[in-house]
């Protein structure tokens, strides 16, 4: 078949023809190399659509990666703040038992304090109570001997 008839033969038509065993078939140079460089034509297309695609993917794989690679560096710094919150919430820990351990040792102190005042005002209560049942005996024995001189006088 030549450009000049209505029918244009594809490369379909080709391998029929060829599986047939080219029977009955008008097959001109021209028409091979229209045949053929329409096929290599499509493919070339299909391969720039695919090379498109790629470039496509590859774009959106490194705009994956930049993404992976920002939340690593967020991830990262994520952790670095985490272990600066979990040292200063050790050291804050560090310091508050600290202060509790003074604290309660004060009050310890306090207690001591209190109980040997209780001790020392009891103490003193006892020999303030034996002062005065001698100021008392001392006051009954005054009181006779007024009582005596008023008698005698």
Known sequence: MKKSDKQEM???DLAKQMAEGFAGAKLYTDDLAIMVADGFAHT???INDLSNKVSSL????SSLDNRTSSLESKMDGLATDLQ???REFNDFRSEVRSEFRTLWREVEQ???RLDRIEKNKAEEIVLI???LLVLKAKVASLEQKVNKFKLAS
């Open 110 to 112: 306090i207690n001591n």
């Open 84 to 86: 600066d919150f979990r």
């Open 58 to 61: 590859d774009g959106k794989v």
């Open 10 to 12: 594809t490369i379909n």
């Open 44 to 46: 070339q297309g299909q």
């Open 129 to 131: 109570s034996s002062d």
